[in-house]
């Protein structure tokens, strides 16, 4: 096989992946509408409620709220299923920060548990050793876009009596037994910033079956108001959380595109599974037969140095990149992000840790941390959306440095 492109050699791959986010006259015009219309904001236009229901109904749920953010809907979706200060909330270490961060802002507690090392979702046998009197909620991340074991979940919680929260920010139109996520716990959100499956540069989304839920997420979003209320009569405390019609439209024109984007990406990660699977030393993330659509925002491969004459896996990716093939290593564990170490009296955020003593340097989760150092490969969902073939070039990248791994610096 011909030398690295690390080294010097050929690329396998000079063309490159399809672009993100795919617009074209549809959403230009959308925005010009909205523009034209004067209604720039949700109070007096109908895009936002339009593609609330809209967005409710694609992810079988019967209420949606938008927000400005995937962060600010967690927040959001903690306090509307009751989670108050010095409540802990379980969440994985394998996640965006938000997952975590969302909990700390509005004064809870986060409490890590382990992820599973086949689906890197959060194993659920290990969380009830980390239920105590203050737990609430689990929070579900569908890490990727594939969803949690949401079953094995769903029995704890209701064994101890705890809210399930759904973090379905990579995961829109993911199913789980061939449910939409996001209502299946008490509560869902959605994230439709830049990069992911369903964007509008920015925006969130809270989905629930829940009436109390929906109303108390409602008045949230909106300043503690009320539906029937006063602009100047606000019942709890709340935020201006509220999308614009500019995103509004764009999402509606997105979601048109979004069930043949997500077939184009489930048929080519189910092949790069096939290709990937025959190689020593790589093996895809495993899917549950109860995942019935995935929404692949990641695709996850587990990496074995053994496989590749014990190069490291920072080899492996330095390697490939330059073979044409973007990748990256993708989290490290939450709790050694500095934001998360606790200081005498509360952490860096100013919030306190009400009477638990929480040291996140103390914190181990083995599978996440080995997941994070030397284990995870990820490839970004647009790298899905082409033709069947740029598959066959990510595998044969992957061989080549395979065959060539012997000729690699391992240092
Ligand atoms: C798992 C997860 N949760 C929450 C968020 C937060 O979403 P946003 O960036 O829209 O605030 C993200 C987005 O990156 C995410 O990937």
């Keep these: 096989m011909a030398q690295l492109a690390v080294n010097g050699g050929p690329k396998t791959r000079t063309k490159p992946f399809p672009a993100w986010p795919v617009f074209d006259e549809t959403e230009v015009q959308a925005l010009a509408e909205v523009c034209r219309s004067g209604h720039w904001g949700c109070l007096s236009g109908r895009k936002v409620a339009e593609f609330e229901k809209k967005f409710a109904a694609f992810q079988d749920a019967k209420y949606g709220v938008c927000v400005t953010n995937g962060t600010a809907a967690l927040e959001v979706a903690l306090r509307a299923v009751g989670v108050r200060p010095g409540d802990e909330v ?13 909990v700390l802002t509005i004064g809870g507690i986060p409490v890590f548990v382990d992820i599973d090392p086949e689906t890197y979702n959060l194993d659920p046998p290990k969380i009830e050793a980390a239920i105590t009197e203050k737990t609430k909620a689990i929070m579900a991340v569908h890490i990727g876009g594939g969803p949690a074991d949401m079953d094995a979940i769903a029995a704890v919680a209701k064994k101890h009596g705890l809210r399930v929260v759904e973090d379905a920010a990579q995961a829109h139109g993911a199913a789980w037994n061939g449910r939409r996520v996001g209502a299946i716990g008490d509560v869902g959100t959605f994230s439709f910033q830049s990069s992911k499956n369903l964007t509008a540069g920015e925006g969130g989304y809270v989905v629930t079956n829940d009436p109390e839920v929906y109303s108390a997420a409602w008045s949230l979003h909106n300043c503690g108001r ?7 009569e606000h019942h709890i405390l709340g935020w201006n959380l509220r999308l614009t019609e500019f995103q509004g439209a764009v999402l ?49 491969f587990r990496y074995d140095p053994q496989g590749f004459k014990r190069l490291p896996r920072e080899k492996f990716l330095k390697a490939l990149n330059a073979e044409g093939i973007p990748c990256s290593a993708g989290y490290v564990p939450l709790y050694k992000e500095e934001a998360f170490y606790a200081e005498p009296g509360g952490c860096p955020l100013g919030c306190a840790f009400y009477g638990r003593e929480m040291d996140y340097s103390k914190v181990s989760c083995p599978v996440t941390e080995h997941v994070c150092a030397n284990e995870a490969v990820w490839l970004f969902q647009s790298q899905l959306l082409g033709p069947k073939e740029d598959m066959d070039d990510i595998a044969q990248a992957v061989r080549k440095v395979q065959a060539n791994a012997g000729e690699m610096d391992r240092g």
Excluded: C
Aim: net charge negative.
């Design 90 to 102: 379980i969440v994985p270490p394998y996640t965006f920060i938000a997952s975590a961060s969302s």
């Design 252 to 300: 509606l024109a997105q979601m048109d595109r979004l069930e043949e984007q997500m077939k184009t990406r489930e048929e080519n990660a189910l092949y790069l599974d096939s290709l990937l699977s025959k190689i020593e030393g790589i093996r895809p993330l495993r899917r549950d037969p109860r995942v019935t659509a995935h929404a692949y925002h990641l695709y996850i």
């Design 226 to 232: 009320v539906p029937e209320g006063q602009w100047y």
